[in-house]
């Protein structure tokens, strides 16, 4: 074994030993707060609605905002990594599963939000296209199902390309540990050895999927946008909700994905592998995003306000400068300003600087959510039916939860599998140039011969 | 049965290897090649290249498609209810449908396929050395037959650095 191969698999399986007392208390920590929220959840089943600030008119409040926050977050992964791959960037390889994992997990706690969001969550299962006992099957028309069939075809596209790549990482665990551990990693491993064949399957399906997987995130958060713009609210009834929203969520994904990525460096002691190069590149995608971003925030807005519809210019004025503005211009100076000037200017783009920024633009793109769902709720049409929301304890619990949920999440899995694919980083480690350039002189060989 | 390997350090002292059994009269099928890696640079990751993945998936993706067309289309005319003055078979929201479950096809159908062609979810074979993932390359025949071992190991003996093994 080379001094580099022991060094790389020592270092990455290095979180799968021993843990300290610090990791105990911290999961324990995050573990108390999912608790709680879970309590809230109960709390809100038993009781009903009544408990949290959601009434008439504004009937979707933090819990739909909480909704497509995560299902946005959700697209720093696979849709990040999948491009990656396709465009074969090398400096993807210790990216591409933190993303990966942050899909997975944030796809399960937004994917949660509708079913809370029901109230009676048990009865979720009318939404799964079978048919009743009258043979009435649920409406393909309504943007619910199709949020039902976008989000499980993408949850289930993720969970698969997240585990495939895992699978020989998992060989090399099993090769290495005894008594259960051996056995539980080898039924996870499906019996990978590593022949030619295995992995050039391995490549290939992962290839298909990579194409797959695009445009399915792609869609999914069109059909989210769907959920507002097929409606008649005020603000919501765009063209450009479906682009808009898919720019939004790949933006805070990328963000989430920096901060994850700062935090594992960080914590688990892979500055040899997540090195400043990364950040800087992801830093400038995030500062695509963001002008992106500020370039479809502005259309939305000169198109509303150009329109001076009355419905809408309402909930335009009531963003701008009335009771939302602080709400409205904090966002815009942390999903826009601020990473600009971070971002913008070498100088400040290091890893410090990409994090600032996008703990700033994961707060802004909350706040994005939150001014998409509620102001146009609280200011539709005729004044008479236009109110007001007020967050309850309930639902700031549930959301405080789901964010220490997918820390939680992150930090398990870390615990359990490595978070850098060791496979791929030796893939990428090329043998030298005299070696390459005899292997292709005997393949030219046998194409000529 | 027994099956002769050698593990080896480098890739190119592995590609020696293979081109040494072939030399001996040995086919690509025949021969096992195991690494901790994808190895592209070298020769002998060619083969077992053919695979059937992307047929598999492109039928599993219109598969998916055939099924959603009839889903939507069935259910509406099960019960024609005029929605929103939509027609009764509104192909423009089908359309999401069939694209959601269309990817669904392919992705999964990608997956069985990798599955059962890679042998994955079976016992493993006896060709196989643990110490592959601490960087080795193994590089062996699965049942050369008694008449030809010494042929195989001296041929796996003829590349660098060879540890060689029987099992």
């Given at each position: 074994?080379?001094?580099?191969?022991?060094?790389?698999?020592?270092?990455?399986?290095?979180?799968?030993?021993?843990?300290?007392?610090?990791?105990?208390?911290?999961?324990?920590?995050?573990?108390?707060?999912?608790?709680?929220?879970?309590?809230?959840?109960?709390?809100?089943?038993?009781?009903?609605?009544?408990?949290?600030?959601?009434?008439?008119?504004?009937?979707?409040?933090?819990?739909i905002t909480d909704f497509v926050f995560w299902i946005g977050?959700?697209?720093?992964?696979?849709?990040?990594?999948?491009?990656?791959?396709?465009?074969?960037?090398?400096?993807?390889?210790?990216?591409?599963?933190?993303?990966?994992?942050?899909?997975?997990?944030?796809?399960?706690?937004?994917?949660?939000?509708?079913?809370?969001?029901?109230?009676?969550?048990?009865?979720?299962?009318?939404?799964?296209?079978?048919?009743?006992?009258?043979?009435?099957?649920?409406?393909?028309?309504?943007?619910?199902?199709?949020?039902?069939?976008?989000?499980?075809?993408?949850?289930?596209?993720?969970?698969?390309?997240?585990?495939?790549?895992?699978?020989?990482?998992?060989?090399?665990?099993?090769?290495?540990?005894?008594?259960?551990?051996?056995?539980?990693?080898?039924?996870?491993?499906?019996?990978?050895?590593?022949?030619?064949?295995?992995?050039?399957?391995?490549?290939?399906?992962?290839?298909?999927?990579?194409?797959?997987?695009?445009?399915?995130?792609?869609?999914?958060?069109?059909?989210?946008?769907?959920?507002?713009?097929?409606?008649?609210?005020?603000?919501?009834?765009?063209?450009?909700?479906?682009?808009?929203f898919?720019?939004g969520?790949?933006?805070s994904?990328?963000?989430?994905?920096?901060?994850?990525?700062?935090?594992?460096?960080?914590?688990?002691?892979?500055?040899?592998?997540?090195?400043?190069?990364?950040?800087?590149?992801?830093?400038?995608?995030?500062?695509?995003?963001?002008?992106?971003?500020?370039?479809?925030?502005?259309?939305?807005?000169?198109?509303?306000?150009?329109?001076?519809?009355?419905?809408?210019?309402?909930?335009?004025?009531?963003?701008?400068?009335?009771?939302?503005?602080?709400?409205?211009?904090?966002?815009?100076?942390?999903?826009?300003?601020?990473?600009?000037?971070?971002?913008?200017?070498?100088?400040?783009?290091?890893?410090?600087?990409?994090?600032?920024?996008?703990?700033?633009?994961?707060?802004?793109m909350w706040l994005e959510r939150y001014l998409i769902v509620v102001?146009?709720?609280?200011?539709?049409?005729?004044?008479?039916?236009?109110?007001?929301?007020?967050?309850?304890?309930?639902?700031?619990?549930?959301?405080?939860?789901?964010?220490?949920?997918?820390?939680?999440?992150?930090?398990?899995?870390?615990?359990?599998?490595?978070?850098?694919?060791?496979?791929?980083?030796?893939?990428?480690?090329?043998?030298?140039?005299?070696?390459?350039?005899?292997?292709?002189?005997?393949?030219?060989?046998?194409?000529?011969? | 049965?027994?099956?002769?390997?050698?593990?080896?350090?480098?890739?190119?002292?592995?590609?020696?290897?293979?081109?040494?059994?072939?030399?001996?009269?040995?086919?690509?099928?025949?021969?096992?090649?195991?690494?901790?890696?994808?190895?592209?640079?070298?020769?002998?990751?060619?083969?077992?290249?053919?695979?059937?993945?992307?047929?598999?998936?492109?039928?599993?993706?219109?598969?998916?498609?055939?099924?959603?067309?009839?889903?939507?289309?069935?259910?509406?005319?099960?019960?024609?209810?005029?929605?929103?003055?939509?027609?009764?078979?509104?192909?423009?929201?089908?359309?999401?449908?069939?694209?959601?479950?269309?990817?669904?096809?392919?992705?999964?159908?990608?997956?069985?396929?990798?599955?059962?062609?890679?042998?994955?979810?079976?016992?493993?074979?006896?060709?196989?050395?643990?110490?592959?993932?601490?960087?080795?390359?193994?590089?062996?025949?699965?049942?050369?037959?008694?008449?030809?071992?010494?042929?195989?190991?001296?041929?796996?003996?003829?590349?660098?650095?060879?540890?060689?093994?029987?099992?």
């Amino acid at each position: 074994m080379s001094a580099n191969e022991d060094r790389l698999s020592a270092t990455l399986l290095r979180p799968l030993g021993r843990s300290g007392v610090l990791w105990y208390a911290f999961v324990a920590f995050l573990g108390t707060i999912v608790a709680a929220g879970l309590f809230a959840w109960f709390f809100q089943m038993w009781r009903g609605f009544g408990v949290t600030g959601i009434r008439w008119p504004v009937y979707w409040g933090f819990l739909i905002t909480d909704f497509v926050f995560w299902i946005g977050i959700s697209h720093a992964g696979t849709l990040i990594s999948a491009i990656l791959r396709l465009v074969n960037a090398g400096w993807r390889r210790p990216v591409t599963r933190c993303a990966e994992v942050i899909t997975a997990f944030a796809l399960m706690i937004g994917g949660l939000f509708p079913i809370i969001h029901l109230g009676k969550p048990w009865l979720f299962f009318w939404l799964v296209p079978y048919p009743n006992q009258r043979l009435i099957w649920p409406n393909f028309r309504s943007p619910l199902v199709w949020d039902f069939f976008a989000i499980s075809t993408y949850l289930t596209g993720s969970l698969l390309f997240l585990f495939l790549p895992m699978i020989p990482d998992f060989a090399l665990v099993r090769d290495r540990s005894t008594g259960m551990t051996k056995k539980i990693y080898g039924l996870l491993a499906l019996g990978w050895r590593g022949t030619t064949g295995q992995w050039h399957r391995l490549e290939v399906a992962m290839q298909i999927m990579a194409i797959a997987i695009i445009p399915v995130a792609v869609s999914v958060h069109t059909i989210v946008s769907f959920d507002f713009s097929m409606a008649p609210v005020p603000m919501w009834h765009s063209t450009i909700f479906g682009p808009y929203f898919v720019a939004g969520a790949i933006f805070s994904g990328i963000a989430g994905l920096i901060i994850a990525m700062a935090a594992l460096r960080s914590v688990l002691k892979l500055h040899e592998y997540l090195q400043p190069i990364h950040f800087e590149n992801l830093g400038k995608l995030l500062l695509t995003m963001s002008l992106l971003w500020g370039y479809f925030t502005f259309n939305e807005r000169l198109t509303a306000w150009y329109g001076n519809g009355t419905s809408e210019i309402n909930t335009f004025q009531v963003t701008q400068g009335g009771s939302f503005a602080p709400l409205f211009w904090t966002m815009v100076l942390v999903n826009f300003v601020l990473p600009i000037l971070i971002l913008g200017i070498r100088r400040f783009r290091t890893i410090t600087g990409c994090v600032i920024a996008s703990i700033g633009i994961v707060i802004g793109m909350w706040l994005e959510r939150y001014l998409i769902v509620v102001p146009s709720l609280a200011h539709k049409y005729l004044p008479y039916s236009w109110g007001t929301y007020s967050p309850r304890p309930t639902e700031i619990l549930i959301t405080v939860a789901t964010f220490a949920a997918m820390i939680l999440l992150y930090t398990l899995f870390a615990k359990f599998i490595p978070i850098i694919s060791i496979w791929e980083m030796r893939a990428g480690e090329h043998p030298a140039e005299d070696l390459i350039a005899a292997a292709e002189r005997r393949r030219l060989g046998e194409t000529h011969a | 049965m027994t099956a002769v390997y050698a593990l080896y350090t480098t890739g190119d002292a592995a590609q020696r290897a293979v081109n040494s059994l072939r030399a001996a009269g040995y086919a690509d099928r025949d021969i096992t090649i195991i690494s901790a890696a994808p190895m592209e640079d070298y020769e002998f990751s060619h083969i077992g290249r053919e695979s059937y993945v992307w047929y598999f998936a492109t039928g599993g993706a219109i598969l998916g498609f055939l099924v959603a067309t009839w889903l939507t289309m069935f259910t509406e005319n099960a019960w024609p209810i005029n929605v929103g003055n939509m027609p009764i078979v509104a192909w423009y929201p089908n359309l999401i449908v069939m694209f959601e479950m269309t990817m669904l096809g392919a992705i999964i159908s990608t997956v069985v396929t990798l599955i059962i062609t890679a042998g994955l979810g079976r016992r493993m074979p006896k060709l196989y050395d643990p110490e592959v993932t601490l960087g080795k390359i193994l590089v062996g025949v699965a049942a050369p037959g008694d008449a030809r071992m010494a042929d195989v190991e001296r041929a796996l003996l003829a590349a660098p650095g060879a540890e060689l093994k029987t099992v």
